[in-house]
T-cell receptor
């Protein structure tokens, strides 16, 4: 079975500081992992995805994530937060039969001036 | 850039009424999905649809729910007799193939009174 755990429902950082959003997964098959971002009153936008190629994945808006099999983690990072990064971030793993995604509970990122 | 669209953006209905949520997937995509997000909770898979039939559904997707692709562009979710607990944000998604990324629409916020 597949599942995702996101540690920290709320994360607050200062503008210019490092962003680290944590995601740990459980998967019975080699995982395909995704990060989505949801801005207020908008849908889910794909940030980046891991599909068993490079373990360090670069996404849009300066975000990247590193797949670490030994730690079953896929944490999202950005070196320098911007006010426009304030949003809710969801980690997801694709199901083994490819039919569905399993989402984490989400982490709301607040960026302070 | 092609995107998934959903209408309406908001829907308020009385308990027991039927609602139809509409989605226009990306035009060359063949796989379609509905997810929902109850306020403050995870995004949950409801159903996947391919080749004019349901390929997988969750335990949430009971007899009150149905999906249809009435023409070449629309994909609909019908709730026959809404309950208070159906209040949620409903997301439509589509993908080119089972292995490809799912792209999400902006969602329909359903409120059942």
């Amino acid at each position: 079975a597949q599942s995702v755990t996101q540690l920290g429902s709320h994360v607050s950082v200062s503008e210019g500081a490092l962003v680290l959003l944590r995601c740990n997964y459980s998967s019975s098959v080699p995982p395909y992992l995704f990060w989505y971002v949801q801005y207020p009153n908008q849908g889910l936008q794909l940030l980046l995805k891991y599909t068993s190629a490079a373990t360090l994945v670069k996404g849009i808006n300066g975000f990247e994530a590193e797949f670490k099999k030994s730690e079953t983690s896929f944490h999202l990072t950005k070196p320098s937060a911007h006010m426009s990064d304030a949003a809710e971030y969801f980690c997801a793993v694709r199901g083994s039969n490819f039919n569905k995604f399993y989402f984490g509970s989400g982490t709301k990122l607040n960026v302070k001036p | 850039e092609p995107e998934v669209t959903q209408t309406p953006s908001h829907q308020v209905t009385q308990m027991g009424q039927e609602v139809i949520l509409r989605c226009v997937p990306i035009s060359n995509h063949l796989y379609f999905y509905w997810y929902r997000q109850i306020l403050g909770q995870k995004v949950e898979f409801l159903v996947s649809f391919y080749n004019n039939e349901i390929s997988e559904k969750s335990e949430i997707f009971d007899d009150q729910f149905s999906v249809e692709r009435p023409d070449g562009s629309n994909f609909t979710l019908k709730i026959r007799s809404t309950k208070l607990e159906d209040s949620a944000m409903y997301f439509c998604a589509s993908s080119e193939s089972r292995e490809e990324t799912q792209y999400f629409g902006p969602g329909t916020r359903l409120l059942v009174l």
